[in-house]
């Protein structure tokens, strides 16, 4: 009971010792005042206040007073030297609180203030850093307001904060403010004089500062490379192909011919970076022959593009061409138009055929032999030609693919071939053996001169004869000198000379039959062929080339001219203006696809048929000429002389008394007899005529 008592009055005691206090703090007032702290936008990250705590109206200080200080949210420490520092700050709002408790009062004041370190800086942008135009846009964004010192401004070219270095200069009349005090926009202008380059876009120093009075400073982000080039962008179109300066119709031309399967690559070089894939520039290639592919390899900087021809024939004409249109430069320039790449690809072997006009059984001692590559060759001469047998008398090129020659024989087998490996087309590939050409020669064997010379003379001196007693009986007869005339005088002599003049046409038109006769029988026969009659006509001198038809062709040095090297490498892509025709004349033009046609894959040079004439078409023409002229000549002499003895018989005749008959000589009889003995020549004429027209006929036209 006492102690809850004692319990009871302690606690009374300590309600009144509280009312007491609130009631002397109620009469009363605690203030803080700051004599020393950092401003309200404070570039430092440090802070120090000094601060002094004064009672009632009088500002009397507090002596028994106890501080509390505390920054933002930290713990609360013990200040009572009325002064504190702070390090370290972080950039952002900071706040700082005093508290006070003592014997007059407690009261709390705060500071509030923002550290702000970084200083400010612009970011400066362009509409593009590769560009072809003479103008563009530029944009400056600020990373806060920077207004102190007047902030970014743009009055004139020489009054403005950002600053051009180059061929280029600001146009003051374009700027433009997009966000107050954070985001401008200007144009920059390119002089005209100056065809390619860089302008460089700079920010200024330190020309304006922010609230915290950081100074505005420079990054990297304030300048900017922009770099401008107005020229056309160019395209170099390359192979591996290898090159070749050949000498075609009189004029130096570039041939471009591989049988390589790995020069098959196609390069793209463009004087400057483009904006376009791989894939895209390869839609933009087209072939006429086989796929391409792209083709790994460094790109220089999107600068070359590397491709394979694929899926190509084993004899082809491949012509590359580019559409330029859709490919665009990295300033945005179009690219020109280039000229299509056209080369040869050939894998085949030259094939090489010898023929001649002579047959394979001649007494002649020289023989023409017609050389004949299915394609164009180069570097072949007449040391390449192996002869057995003989020699070579002469040689000459009709074309690249077609050469002539005459062989001497000094035995009587001649063989000739051209081997292998001794001469190539213009692609590289080397020549496949010839066939083996071989040709007996012979010497006209003396019996078979003496019985043709034998045969002639008989029948010369026969038709004399005949013709001496025919001409003189019909002169006697036409005066009445028989009165019955005999047979034997008047009929005989013309049909016994008619009969052996016969006989010996049949031995003579045998030398044309299509089969193998005997030496002894063709060289009589070819002995007595004026039966026919067949000779050499008058302006025929000399011996006679039926393979040769024209007469003019260039020697094999002056149709080879080479030089040979790589062109997939060229860095360079685009020569000069004033270079262009020097290259052409130096180099030469590359042949257009139709010219590759033309000079290679037609085999000829030029059309044949204007250098070569066919044996077979060639000797029938000749044979036809040959009978019809002389058979005109002496026929036509056979018929006048015939009307002159008629016309002088006549006038015999007349001066006569007796009248009588011209007997032989009478009118058709002769001629009769005489188109009796020309049939044969006729036939022949006309078989040697239908030969040659045939052979015309069916001869291949070259183009």
Same mark, same amino acid.
């Given at each position: 009971?006492?102690?809850?008592?004692?319990?009871?009055?302690?606690?009374?005691?300590?309600?009144?010792?509280?009312?007491?206090?609130? +009631?002397?703090?109620?009469?009363?007032?605690?203030?803080?005042?700051?004599?020393?702290?950092?401003?309200?936008?404070?570039?430092?990250?440090?802070?120090?206040?000094?601060?002094?705590?004064?009672?009632?109206?009088?500002?009397?200080?507090?002596?028994?007073?106890? @501080?509390?200080?505390?920054?933002?949210?930290?713990?609360?420490?013990?200040?009572?030297?009325?002064?504190?520092?702070?390090?370290?700050?972080?950039?952002?709002?900071?706040?700082?609180?005093?508290?006070?408790?003592?014997?007059?009062?407690?009261?709390?004041?705060?500071?509030?203030?923002?550290?702000?370190?970084?200083?400010?800086?612009?970011?400066?942008?362009?509409?593009?850093?590769?560009?072809?135009?003479?103008?563009?846009?530029?944009?400056? =964004?600020?990373?806060?307001?920077?207004?102190?010192?007047?902030?970014?401004?743009?009055?004139?070219?020489?009054?403005?904060?950002?600053?051009?270095?180059? /061929?280029?200069?600001?146009?003051?009349?374009?700027?433009?403010?997009?966000?107050?005090?954070?985001?401008?926009?200007?144009?920059?202008?390119?002089?005209?004089?100056?065809?390619?380059?860089?302008?460089?876009?700079?920010?200024?120093?330190? @020309?304006?500062?922010?609230?915290?009075?950081?100074?505005?400073?420079?990054?990297?982000?304030?300048?900017?490379?922009?770099?401008?080039?107005?020229? =056309?962008?160019?395209?170099?179109?390359?192979? &591996?192909?290898?090159?070749?300066?050949?000498?075609?119709?009189?004029?130096?031309?570039?041939?471009?011919?591989?049988?390589?399967?790995?020069?098959?690559?196609?390069?793209?070089?463009?004087?400057?970076?483009?904006?376009?894939?791989?894939?895209?520039?390869?839609? +933009?290639?087209?072939?006429?022959?086989?796929?391409?592919?792209?083709?790994?390899?460094?790109?220089?900087?999107?600068?070359?593009?590397?491709?394979?021809?694929?899926?190509?024939?084993?004899? /082809?004409?491949?012509?590359?061409?580019?559409?330029?249109?859709?490919?665009?430069?990295?300033?945005?320039?179009?690219?020109?138009?280039?000229?299509?790449?056209?080369?040869?690809?050939?894998?085949? $072997?030259?094939?090489?055929?010898?023929?001649?006009?002579?047959?394979?059984?001649?007494?002649?001692?020289?023989?023409?032999?017609?050389?004949?590559?299915?394609?164009?060759?180069?570097?072949?001469?007449?040391? &390449?030609?192996?002869?057995?047998?003989?020699?070579?008398?002469?040689? #000459?090129?009709?074309?690249?693919?077609?050469?002539?020659?005459?062989?001497?024989?000094?035995?009587?087998?001649?063989?000739?071939?051209?081997?292998?490996?001794?001469?190539?087309?213009?692609?590289?590939?080397?020549?496949?053996?010839?066939?083996?050409?071989?040709?007996? &020669?012979?010497?006209?064997?003396?019996?078979?001169?003496?019985?043709?010379?034998?045969?002639?003379? =008989?029948?010369?001196?026969?038709?004399?004869?005949?013709?001496?007693?025919?001409?003189?009986? /019909?002169?006697?007869?036409?005066?009445?000198?028989?009165?019955?005339?005999?047979?034997?005088?008047?009929?005989?002599?013309?049909?016994?000379?008619?009969?052996?003049?016969?006989?010996?046409?049949?031995?003579?038109?045998?030398?044309?039959?299509?089969?193998?006769?005997?030496?002894?029988?063709?060289?009589?026969? $070819?002995?007595?062929?004026?039966?026919?009659?067949?000779?050499?006509?008058?302006?025929?001198?000399? &011996?006679?080339?039926?393979?040769?038809?024209? +007469?003019?062709?260039?020697?094999?040095?002056?149709?080879?001219?080479?030089?040979?090297?790589?062109?997939?490498?060229?860095?360079?892509?685009?020569?000069?203006?004033?270079?262009?025709?020097?290259?052409?004349?130096?180099?030469?033009?590359?042949?257009?696809?139709?010219?590759?046609?033309? @000079?290679?894959? #037609?085999? =000829?040079?030029?059309?044949?048929?204007?250098?070569?004439?066919?044996?077979?078409?060639?000797?029938?023409?000749?044979?036809?000429? $040959?009978?019809?002229?002389?058979?005109?000549?002496?026929?036509?002499?056979?018929?006048?002389?015939?009307?002159?003895?008629?016309?002088?018989?006549?006038?015999?005749?007349?001066?006569?008394?007796?009248?009588?008959?011209?007997?032989?000589?009478?009118?058709?009889?002769?001629?009769?007899?005489?188109?009796?003995?020309?049939?044969?020549?006729?036939?022949?004429?006309? /078989?040697?005529?239908?030969?040659?027209?045939?052979?015309?006929?069916?001869?291949?036209?070259?183009?």
């Amino acid at each position: 009971m006492g102690l809850s008592r004692y319990s009871w009055v302690v606690l009374l005691c300590w309600v009144f010792l509280l009312l007491c206090l609130r +009631s002397g703090c109620d009469g009363s007032e605690v203030s803080v005042n700051f004599l020393t702290a950092p401003l309200a936008f404070s570039r430092l990250n440090s802070a120090t206040f000094v601060f002094e705590v004064l009672v009632g109206g009088n500002d009397d200080p507090c002596n028994d007073c106890i @501080f509390n200080c505390k920054l933002d949210n930290g713990t609360p420490s013990d200040c009572q030297a009325k002064k504190v520092s702070y390090t370290g700050l972080l950039d952002g709002n900071h706040t700082f609180e005093v508290c006070t408790n003592g014997s007059q009062g407690v009261g709390c004041a705060s500071y509030g203030w923002t550290v702000d370190t970084v200083p400010p800086t612009a970011y400066v942008t362009a509409s593009t850093s590769f560009t072809n135009a003479l103008n563009f846009s530029v944009n400056i =964004s600020f990373s806060e307001p920077c207004t102190v010192g007047g902030g970014f401004g743009c009055s004139s070219v020489n009054a403005c904060n950002l600053l051009v270095y180059g /061929a280029g200069q600001v146009i003051p009349s374009t700027f433009n403010v997009l966000q107050p005090n954070l985001k401008f926009s200007v144009l920059v202008g390119l002089s005209y004089s100056v065809p390619y380059g860089r302008v460089i876009l700079v920010m200024d120093k330190s @020309f304006c500062a922010d609230s915290a009075r950081n100074k505005f400073m420079r990054t990297e982000n304030s300048s900017l490379l922009v770099h401008f080039d107005i020229r =056309s962008v160019f395209v170099n179109l390359r192979t &591996h192909v290898p090159e070749k300066l050949l000498e075609l119709n009189s004029e130096t031309r570039t041939v471009q011919a591989t049988n390589n399967y790995k020069n098959l690559k196609v390069y793209l070089y463009f004087s400057e970076p483009v904006l376009n894939s791989s894939t895209e520039v390869l839609s +933009s290639l087209n072939t006429s022959q086989g796929v391409l592919l792209p083709n790994g390899g460094r790109s220089l900087g999107n600068r070359r593009f590397g491709f394979l021809v694929e899926n190509v024939s084993s004899v /082809a004409i491949v012509t590359i061409s580019f559409d330029s249109s859709a490919i665009i430069s990295r300033q945005g320039t179009p690219v020109s138009p280039i000229a299509p790449v056209t080369f040869l690809y050939d894998s085949q $072997r030259p094939i090489v055929r010898l023929s001649t006009t002579s047959n394979m059984r001649t007494r002649e001692h020289t023989i023409p032999i017609l050389i004949k590559f299915l394609k164009p060759v180069f570097g072949f001469n007449s040391s &390449h030609i192996s002869i057995s047998g003989g020699h070579l008398q002469s040689f #000459n090129a009709i074309s690249r693919s077609i050469y002539t020659t005459e062989i001497k024989a000094d035995h009587d087998v001649v063989s000739v071939n051209v081997p292998e490996n001794i001469t190539g087309d213009v692609a590289g590939n080397q020549n496949l053996a010839s066939n083996i050409l071989q040709v007996r &020669h012979y010497s006209v064997p003396i019996t078979s001169c003496v019985i043709s010379t034998f045969t002639t003379a =008989s029948f010369v001196a026969t038709s004399l004869a005949a013709g001496w007693l025919t001409v003189s009986t /019909a002169s006697l007869q036409s005066v009445g000198a028989f009165l019955r005339p005999r047979s034997y005088l008047v009929s005989d002599p013309a049909r016994n000379l008619f009969r052996i003049a016969s006989h010996i046409q049949v031995f003579a038109l045998s030398r044309w039959l299509p089969v193998t006769l005997p030496v002894e029988y063709y060289e009589f026969a $070819r002995g007595i062929q004026w039966s026919v009659p067949y000779f050499s006509l008058p302006w025929e001198t000399g &011996h006679i080339h039926p393979i040769m038809v024209g +007469s003019s062709s260039p020697t094999v040095s002056s149709l080879y001219a080479s030089r040979i090297h790589d062109s997939g490498f060229f860095e360079t892509v685009q020569p000069e203006e004033d270079n262009l025709d020097r290259a052409a004349s130096v180099y030469g033009l590359p042949l257009t696809p139709m010219e590759y046609r033309t @000079f290679f894959e #037609n085999h =000829s040079f030029k059309p044949e048929a204007e250098y070569i004439s066919d044996p077979q078409n060639s000797n029938g023409r000749r044979d036809f000429n $040959r009978s019809m002229f002389w058979l005109a000549v002496i026929g036509g002499s056979l018929i006048l002389l015939h009307a002159l003895l008629v016309l002088v018989l006549k006038i015999r005749k007349k001066s006569s008394e007796k009248q009588g008959s011209y007997g032989a000589l009478v009118f058709p009889r002769f001629e009769i007899f005489l188109i009796i003995l020309v049939l044969p020549c006729i036939c022949e004429a006309s /078989a040697s005529l239908v030969k040659a027209y045939c052979g015309i006929c069916c001869m291949p036209i070259v183009v």
